[in-house]
């Protein structure tokens, strides 16, 4: 399984991609106690402390070594103020495939910048990677998600009943995807 490389650079528009740092532990977490719907909106089964953001950010090298996952912190063109994270999972070479997730701290949302982020890195992804499919999955109540995904291109392709087990109940998952053109 090939590693997934660290973009070099992804900027436009003022926003850019970076590797997570350990100064962005405190508002990754601080991001979920803005919050509080966040981690079951975006399907996480706790929300992050500072250390386990921090113990996260440390396994970042071998996830990607393994080719498994690749998170990025959302930033404006200084790389400083951790504005919300963008990640790469569930990569599958032989089929050219991958899903994107994605959140934003709250003072960040509805400004364009969520947008501009994703687009980044779908179009680093199809290049780069030479994948076929990406796909963004969501839970059917999360309109933002659902609407940033429509407005990059992606179709959404129905609804998986049932599909996940969060925070202790099964809920149903949205399936969007975008083909390489």
């Keep these: 399984m090939p590693s997934l490389p660290v973009p070099e650079e992804l900027r436009r528009d003022g926003i850019a991609l970076r590797r997570l740092r350990a100064r962005d532990a405190g508002p990754f977490a601080n991001a979920f106690r803005e919050d509080p719907g966040l981690g079951a909106l975006i399907g996480a089964e706790e929300d992050p402390t500072e250390s386990g953001v921090r113990r996260f950010i440390a396994r970042q090298p071998r996830l990607r070594a393994r080719g498994e996952f690749l998170g990025l912190a959302v930033t404006d063109a200084s ?3 951790f504005l ?3 990640m790469l999972h569930s990569v599958d070479f032989k089929n050219r495939r991958a899903e994107i997730g994605y959140w934003l701290v709250p003072a960040a949302r509805g ?4 947008k501009t982020a ?3 890195l ?3 992804a199809f290049a780069e990677l030479d994948l076929h499919r990406i796909e963004i999955t969501t839970t059917p109540e999360n309109a933002a998600a659902r609407a940033l995904a429509a407005a990059l291109g992606f179709t959404e392709e129905g609804v998986m ?6 925070r202790g109940r099964h809920v149903d998952v949205v399936l969007l995807a975008r083909l390489r053109k």
């Design 111 to 114: 400004r364009g910048i969520g």
């Design 79 to 81: 790389g400083r103020p």
């Design 118 to 120: 994703v687009s980044l």
């Design 122 to 124: 779908v179009e680093w």
């Design 84 to 86: 919300g994270h963008v």
């Design 161 to 166: 009943r049932g599909r996940n087990l969060e």
